[in-house]
């Protein structure tokens, strides 16, 4: 009965967030115990981004070939809502079955970088190109 | 030898996704549920002791934080009784019964918290303790001083007292500003009965305020932000227009030196704290998806404990209109009174009572609902009682206390005598709205009748008064 905020912990920990003293500067609930994987237990809403709650190992892909062995290739598209001045195209990743009005890009554009999560085996662009935030949404392999 | 119809048709259980908050079971074997709306509601609910009031309110709050998914503050645990909550719900029978419903027991994250002062007992599991910021203590200083005239002179020199460490140097500094010495002395009496209590952060230790900040990498943040400033700068000058991810400032927060506060998480990223912002504890644990329980067990009986209960009030109603964060989510707070009539009543003519009849009454555009509990229903205030959406009445004896149920609910003769004659458990919900209703073949239907039926059971452990071995 002496831990009762046991659960409390657990939550904060799954969010990837904390509580901190603002006199002492000390966190407050720091985690410490056994890690149960809260990720399917908790259904979290929206105010919690998912960015926080997945654990991540993140390598980037030098090498624009280890993308095609994943049947992956980076393809261009005419933009109509550009998100900065002069901007003509967007970057997208599709698969090999290009869509129409998708242009074929056999090396990797300027200015992009591939970042590809080994532990949840998915994979994204960064670039100026990519999104207005400069990172692209994730896709699963 | 072929019967030619079987009579005994069995059919397969079919899942049904709902939104509404189920509260308790029909008569008829249905569903009773309250709908999620735009406007928070009033719920009340009231009954004599050991009728299963606590435990329905319990069962409430459980499905309103896993369901809905919305924040809770526990405002007064008068009797150790939430302790419990951090446990899910381990009596086999109650288990069954969640498991007809496509329910599983689980537990709440509860934040105990306690209000500083001195001479307190403190308890042996985890808790929290509590403090107001000085600065509010003098702001109020009409609540929570016994100043008449002398009052108005203590607000005017307030933003020369602020800075002050020590009640020694508050006298100085009032001594310079006002010429009357029976004034100043009036004024240092009073403040020092409360400093002595060590009610304020002014010599305490206690949280009064916490900060609340988000483990962020800063390749999320910023993907190009680890190279060098410059660097950065001359290949992605600022544009001109389109939406700018993060503002300049931003951009050189995380870059500055000595920033890294946060340790790293994983190896090989770096992490920062980000999106740091100052709450008072209540809401500081609220925020995160935690439910914050302030036990009241020994400020109740503190002459202070109203004046205390308006500062908690007051901060939580700012926030509510004020705060970045909560107004742009727009994100709802729910309040748990139990036994409010110790808070608010008619007798009780103090400035909670004030509060709590401006919660009722303006909580709607400020998305506030209210969850009380009382045993005497004719002591609620009337404002409170008139706002109330939703009530869940168990068992009375008194006629006066259905007679006043049946005149704000506007109730039938015959189910004002049903009041009374109410088993354990069994509840007669009332509405000035509707309430949502499943029957056993799935179909879904709005009804404004009152409805009689049993609660449901809580999904973490309710904590029993004791258990007894039959032999």
Not at chain 1, 16 to 32: D, H, M, P, V, Y
Not at chain 1, 81 to 90: E, I, M, N, Y
Not at chain 2, 222 to 233: C, G, H, I, N, W
Not at chain 2, 444 to 461: F, V, W
Request: hydrophobic residues 35%; glycine residues 4%.
């Amino acid at each position: 009965m002496k831990h009762i905020h046991h659960f409390a912990k657990l939550v904060l920990k799954s969010q990837g967030k904390a509580i901190i003293n603002s006199r002492t500067e000390k966190t407050l609930l720091k985690f410490a115990g056994n890690t149960v994987d809260l990720r399917k237990f908790l259904k979290l809403p929206h105010m919690f981004p998912e960015e926080n709650v997945t654990t991540r190992k993140v390598i980037e892909l030098g090498d624009y070939n280890d993308l095609k062995r994943k049947n992956l290739i980076v393809s261009s598209i005419q933009t109509t809502t550009p998100w900065f001045a002069s901007q003509k195209v967007r970057y997208i990743l599709t698969d090999k079955r290009i869509p129409r009005g998708h242009q074929y890009w056999d090396n990797c554009p300027h200015g992009v970088k591939i970042q590809f999560d080994k532990v949840n085996n998915v994979i994204r662009l960064l670039g100026r190109n990519v999104s207005p935030n400069f990172i692209g949404p994730w896709r699963q392999l | 030898m072929k019967f030619a119809y079987q009579f005994t048709e069995k059919k397969e259980p079919v899942t049904i996704w709902i939104n509404e908050l189920p509260v308790m079971v029909n008569e008829a074997n249905e569903l009773v549920c309250i709908p999620h709306s735009i406007d928070m509601p009033v719920i009340g609910t009231v009954g004599k002791r050991a009728s299963g009031k606590s435990y329905m309110n319990h069962s409430m709050i459980d499905r309103i934080y896993w369901y809905w998914k919305e924040p809770l503050l526990c405002m007064n645990d008068l009797t150790h009784e939430l302790i419990s909550w951090g446990r899910a719900n381990s009596s086999k029978q109650q288990i069954e019964l969640l498991a007809k419903y496509g329910e599983s027991p689980k537990p709440l994250p509860i934040v105990y918290l306690y209000p500083h002062f001195k001479n307190i007992i403190l308890p042996d599991h985890d808790f929290y303790e509590l403090s107001i910021p000085f600065e509010f203590f003098l702001q109020s200083a009409p609540y929570f001083l016994d100043l008449k005239k002398s009052a108005d002179h203590l607000k005017l020199n307030l933003k020369y007292i602020m800075h002050c460490k020590s009640p020694e140097e508050i006298q100085e500094e009032l001594s310079l500003r006002i010429k009357n010495k029976n004034i100043v002395q009036t004024i240092m009496v009073s403040l020092r009965k409360y400093v002595d209590e060590e009610l304020t952060d002014f010599n305490s230790n206690a949280l009064s305020y916490v900060d609340v900040g988000d483990y962020a990498s800063m390749a999320a943040m910023y993907p190009y932000a680890e190279m060098e400033e410059d660097k950065a700068r001359r290949l992605y000058p600022p544009r001109k227009y389109g939406p700018i991810p993060f503002t300049k400032e931003q951009f050189d927060y995380f870059l500055e030196d000595g920033r890294e506060i946060g340790y790293p998480i994983e190896s090989g990223l770096k992490y920062y704290w980000s999106n740091r912002s100052r709450y008072t504890p209540m809401l500081g644990f609220a925020r995160q998806n935690l439910i914050p329980v302030l036990n009241t067990e020994q400020l109740r009986s503190k002459k202070y404990f109203h004046s205390y209960m308006y500062y908690l009030l007051d901060v939580i109603i700012n926030n509510q209109s004020r705060d970045k964060y909560w107004s742009t989510n727009s994100l709802p707070v729910w309040l748990f009174f139990d036994e409010v009539t110790r808070v608010a009543s008619t007798t009780l003519k103090k400035e909670t009572t004030d509060k709590l009849r401006e919660i009722a009454q303006s909580g709607r555009p400020l998305r506030m609902g209210l969850l009380y509990v009382t045993q005497d229903y004719v002591k609620v205030d009337s404002i409170l009682r008139s706002q109330t959406t939703y009530l869940f009445s168990f068992r009375f004896t008194a006629k006066s206390q259905a007679k006043t149920i049946r005149d704000d609910m506007h109730l039938s003769e015959y189910e004002e005598e049903e009041i009374l004659s109410l088993r354990k458990h069994e509840v007669l919900g009332m509405t000035s709205e509707h309430f949502v209703v499943y029957s056993p073949d799935g179909q879904r239907y709005e009804t404004e009748k009152t409805q009689k039926g049993i609660s449901l059971p809580p999904l973490s452990e309710h904590s029993r008064p004791r258990s007894i071995t039959h032999t």
